[in-house]
């Protein structure tokens, strides 16, 4: 199996652009996809595939692969984005699913 | 509307068993490849187990293997999870998913349930 690295935490001032990062060997085979959770809450995809969207999610969200890291990029970062952000994507062996250890979203 | 209700959660001992539910309505549900996947409280997602569209196929975190058995009833709408031998890490809100895929490359959980609380506590 293979594991996926996230930063602990990342800040951002508000409207300004945040990128958040995901790293693992996983992923030089298969997309990652992105959730949102906030407290309390169930988590929510916000960008899957090469650079997906769900309905409802807003344009200010967008996905990339380089190698073997993944991000995902807030342009104009919202109050409102404020949240954990978790990676998932299949292990090396494309049979097992994997997340990121989060990476907790701060809007200065 | 699709929908996901987990269910089974509880207080158990430490080396005791546990059978969590999934009802699912408003989708096909034999259509979709299904998930579970864990949270311990206050910290990160866990995935922890698939189970194919049909059932045949079934996959488990290494944390979980040989402990956990996922199972599902298709023509009921149900996933479950029977977890084995439990101990104070398998403490966790315990979420079901569903998963969608796309041309092979990648997978995505477009749905979920809101959970349902495991505490292994003597």
């Known amino acids: 199996s293979s594991e996926l690295t996230q930063d602990p935490a990342v800040s951002v001032t508000l409207g300004q652009t945040v990128r958040i990062t995901c790293q693992g060997d996983g992923l030089r085979n298969f997309y990652a996809s992105w959730y949102q959770q906030k407290p309390g809450q169930a988590p929510v995809v916000v960008i899957y595939?090469?650079?997906n969207r769900p309905s409802g999610i807003p344009d200010r969200f967008s996905g990339s692969t380089s190698g073997n890291v993944a991000s995902l990029t807030i342009t104009g970062a919202q109050a409102e984005d404020e949240a954990d952000y978790y990676c998932?994507?299949?292990?090396?062996?494309?049979?097992?699913?994997?997340f990121g250890g989060g990476t907790k979203l701060t809007v200065l | 509307q699709e929908h996901l209700v987990e269910s089974g959660g509880g207080v158990v001992q430490p080396g005791t068993s546990l059978r969590l539910s999934c009802a699912a309505s408003?989708?096909?549900?034999?259509?979709?490849?299904m998930h579970w996947v864990r949270q311990t409280p206050g910290k990160g997602l866990e995935w922890v187990a698939i189970i194919s569209f049909h059932g045949y196929d079934k996959y488990y975190a290494d944390s979980v293997k040989g402990r956990f058995t996922v199972s599902r009833d298709n023509s009921n709408n149900m996933m479950f999870l029977e977890m084995t031998s439990l101990s104070a890490e398998d403490t966790a809100l315990y979420y079901c998913?569903?998963?969608?895929?796309?041309?092979?490359?990648?997978?995505?959980?477009?749905?979920w349930g809101q959970g349902t609380l495991v505490t292994v506590s003597s």
């Open positions: 998913a569903r998963e969608k895929s796309g041309a092979g490359k990648y997978n995505w959980f477009d749905t």
């Open positions: 595939g090469k650079n």
């Open positions: 408003g989708f096909s549900f034999s259509d979709f490849a």
């Open positions: 998932n994507s299949r292990d090396t062996s494309g049979d097992l699913r994997v």
